[in-house]
């Protein structure tokens, strides 16, 4: 495969804490984590020009590069439409629908966006470079 210059690449972290970042690529490096989601209003507003079958850079809390993913494929649900399955592709907490929910309303609240219907736009990555 043949994976671009990693300079030129978009290079990112989860979460919104140091803790948060490491603990999820950690996820991600252990092969627990193969799915992301974000507000969807957020993705609009960056104007993210994120595609599928890209290639991207996630970093840890430190901003140091942890792997190199490929984007598989991209999709939006609502919140309320989250179910069992996309809750253990997330890979976090006890991979249940019910951690999923919890977690993620309490980060999307902590920003003021959360609402049952709110759009979520999903990311399927898989991991095609360990650094």
């Known amino acids: ?12 972290s989860f979460g919104d804490s140091p803790e948060m970042a490491d603990e999820l690529v950690q996820l991600v490096l252990d092969g627990k984590k193969t799915l992301t989601c974000t507000a969807l209003l957020w993705h609009l507003e960056e104007n993210d020009k994120t595609l599928v079958g890209g ?14 993913v490929q984007l ?6 609502n919140f309320d439409e989250v179910d069992e399955n996309l809750a253990k592709q997330e890979g976090e ?3 249940s629908l019910s951690y999923w ?17 709110m759009g979520l736009l999903f990311t399927k990555f898989r991991v095609v470079k360990v650094l």
């Open 1 to 12: 495969m043949n994976i671009p210059n990693l300079d030129t690449l978009p290079h990112w």
């Open 55 to 68: 290639f991207e850079v996630i970093t840890d809390g430190q901003s140091t590069p942890k792997c190199v």
């Open 72 to 77: 598989v494929a991209q999709f939006i649900k």
């Open 93 to 95: 907490g006890d991979l």
């Open 101 to 117: 929910r919890t977690a993620h309303q309490a980060f999307f609240e902590k920003y003021g966006v959360f609402d049952e219907k």
